[in-house]
T-cell receptor, first 109, second 113 residues
Framework: RKEVEQDPGPFNVPEGATVAFNCTYS??????FFWYRQDCRKEPKLLMS???SGNEDGRFTAQLNRASQYISLLIRDSKLSDSATYLC??????????FGDGTTLTVKP | DTGVSQNPRHKITKRGQNVTFRCDPI?????LYWYRQTLGQGPEFLTY????????KSRLLSDRFSAERPKGSFSTLEIQRTEQGDSAMYLC???????????FGSGTRLTVV
């Protein structure tokens, strides 16, 4: 079993839709949690950190449930430019981060 | 400072040859990381440095792989006796001390033929 598991996708949604991605992690000692975005043939870029209290950045909302070891990302009012692969990332110590294999989103006109 | 810089962008090599990649992190970032990514997979941790000290190395990393960060600035990743299974995107990232969020470079794509 992988340390970080994500919905395999792909998710194909129309513009304006709301879409949610889920992620589970196996190491209960994990301390920091993130979502990264990766465009095709590009490097991953940090999208947002994830906090237990939940956090929002514009159309994006991230949630963390430590008891269930579950992370989610909600995208509201999807734009064509949101099409990308979304990587769930868990950091156990200050060094190594473990990445999920990503969920691919395609937003269609 | 324009971010994390990696060179070369692409490298094609014959099986059995040695290759070396370079990473220049964001100048004020103490931590530097190397990851490997293959198609359809997330980045896989290889190793990381805090300043010039190599603090962790993946158990998946064979003895053919070595990384250095001699002066706590740029880093090199060397792969000896390359194999076809080494073909991947090699990503470097850096972060300030105490901040676990990374800034990645554009990567070096290695093809072993």
């Amino acid at each position: 079993r992988k340390e970080v598991e994500q919905d395999p996708g792909p998710f194909n949604v129309p513009e304006g839709a709301t879409v949610a991605f889920n992620c589970t992690y196996s190491n209960s000692a994990s301390q920091s949690f993130f979502w990264y975005r990766q465009d095709c043939r590009k490097e991953p870029k940090l999208l947002m950190s994830v906090y237990s209290s939940g956090n929002e950045d514009g159309r994006f909302t991230a949630q963390l449930n430590r008891a269930s070891q579950y992370i989610s990302l909600l995208i509201r009012d999807s734009k064509l430019s949101d099409s990308a692969t979304y990587l769930c990332v868990v950091n156990t110590n200050a060094g190594k981060s473990t990445f999920g294999d990503g969920t691919t989103l395609t937003v269609k006109p | 400072d324009t971010g994390v810089s990696q060179n070369p962008r692409h490298k094609i090599t014959k099986r059995g040859q040695n290759v070396t990649f370079r990473c220049d992190p964001i100048s004020e970032h103490n931590r530097l990381y190397w990851y490997r990514q293959t198609l359809g997979q997330g980045p896989e941790f290889l190793t990381y440095f805090q300043n010039e000290a190599q603090l962790e190395k993946s158990r998946l990393l064979s003895d053919r792989f070595s990384a250095e960060r001699p002066k706590g600035s740029f880093s090199t990743l060397e792969i000896q006796r390359t194999e076809q299974g080494d073909s991947a995107m090699y990503l470097c990232a850096s972060s300030p001390l105490g901040d676990p969020g990374y800034t990645f470079g554009s990567g070096t794509r290695l093809t072993v033929v």
